[in-house]
């Protein structure tokens, strides 16, 4: 794989870029003062709330809360990851991505690039081929499989199933034997021989979000072996990272309102067949933080449809574990189990689309689903299950990112337990609302200032500087001054990329959402008294914990003669 995009690329790219001629093909932007505004692409509304301030290189939408850079509109909008929104505004500028170390750490990059290639073109083919067979003879019993399960001929060609023929060598005849090893499609037998992975079973090809082929599922249509049986993991597939059907869903409705994740391929086929193309399956495996991730990517409400037997409850739960680091505010999970011998396809063709759209409008909600599955082997008017309810619970509720649905969970429990078993407050590194950042602590007031005019940072005071490295003032305000202490000449979308990886990330977008900071008259004197106040303050602390050792005595020969210079200058303004 490459290596890594170096930091200095990145600055550089963002200066260069202006967000305005990458958004605009896009999205309709109308000039409205010294900013755009334009309707939100990210959710429904009449109102435009969506602004981009090409001073400030930077998006914002006053609705939802969206934000970012240039990058960051092209990964929410394009569904992009951050390489790929990279290499696509890099190609926009005429601009060649660089790798740090690409030459020393992976020398063989370049036959690995072309190995990708030659696989995705391999299944492509072969998904073509498996297409085509399925029009012959040879699969009148895969049609007559899936005529019964309700699947027409549009839905077919949608999701482009197949069927694989009941040959040992019906794709080493036509394909290179060593690719089709490469990419799972044929196995080694005793004497060194290779045959066909796939045989007799109707076929279900995996793509990417870009519509890529990158494996195969396949079910089979007698008893001789497993009912469904996934391609390997292979240099382009990798069962934790991809859903199936989410290409086809994509170019239903690139933003749905909700997700439905189920467990099996014919349950996708079954739902959109019954008009419900919004749905995803894993592919046999538990739902993973790399899934939970990816499909948040498209959407703020997952809805989890397993089977409401004992594996499903599990699968549910496991669910549940994987999404909770991931589920900031603005996002919803909610599970719906079905009845006993259900799964999606069985109960949508029985009840059909109206009632299943009920049961889905009715799913659990997550907080709902986490306290009612660690709770049902407790009797709650006993002091010890409330106890092990609250240790149950503790474990799980640490993961959540700080924020407003964290303390909620917290106050949940404790009115479960009557116990505050954790620590449940949240650090200002937390996505906090904006409701609760329009009269900021000193600290954030200061970061606030610096981010929206980041050329505050060469008045600051060499002392005050130092002092916040040394860790006596906030967290997000040090890692703020050691990214501008970098000396680079820094705009806030430059400033926003620095935090991409960071737990401060969408506090430091809150921050940059305060528009109050953007129109005053000077900043720097705003600084100014910031700072001023902050010492003021901090020598007042420490003139009290003084002064109460002097009360008992306690003070030692340097304490004494800080306390006397303390006090001198405790009215003096301080020289900035």
Known sequence: MPGKIPQSFIDDLLARADIVDVIQPRLPLKKSGRNYVARCPFHDEKTPSFTVSPQKQFYYCFGCGASGSAIGFLMAHDHLSFPEAVETL?????????????????PQAPQRRGLYESLYRLNQEVAVFYARQLRQPVAEKAVAYLRQRGVDGGIANRYGLGFAPPGWETLTQRFDPALLQEAGLVSSNEKGGT???FRNRIMFPIRNRRGQVVGFG????????????????????????????????????PRPPHIIVVEGYMDVIA????????????LGTAATPEHIRLLFRYSDELVFCFDGDRA???????????ALPQFEEGRRIRFLLLPEKHDPDSLVREEGTEKFGVRLASATPLSEYFFQSLTQDLDLSQMESRAALSKRAGKYLRQLPAGVFRQMMYARLKELTGIQSVKSSDSQSGNLPRSQL???????????LLIHHPHLYSSLPETFVDQVHAGIHGEVLAQLLNILGEGNDWTPAMIIERYRDSPHRGYMQALLSQGEYRSLANPLAEMRDAIHLLQKRNLQKRLEVLTKKADVGNLNNFEKQELKKLMAIQSAKPEL
């Open 195 to 197: 045959y066909d992975r």
């Open 90 to 106: 890099a190609s926009q500028y005429g601009m060649v991505v660089p790798c740090e170390s690409q030459a020393s750490t992976d």
């Open 218 to 253: 396949g079910r089979i249509l007698d008893s001789d072996g497993p009912k469904y049986l996934n391609s390997p993991e292979t240099p382009v597939f990798h069962k934790g990272k991809e859903v199936y059907g989410l290409y086809e869903m994509l170019q239903a409705s």
């Open 271 to 282: 739902l959109a067949q019954h008009g419900i193309t919004n749905t995803v399956a894993t």
């Open 312 to 322: 499903g409850r599990k699968a549910s739960w496991r669910a549940l574990e994987s």
């Open 438 to 448: 329009v009269q900021p602590r000193l600290y954030d007031r200061m970061a606030a």
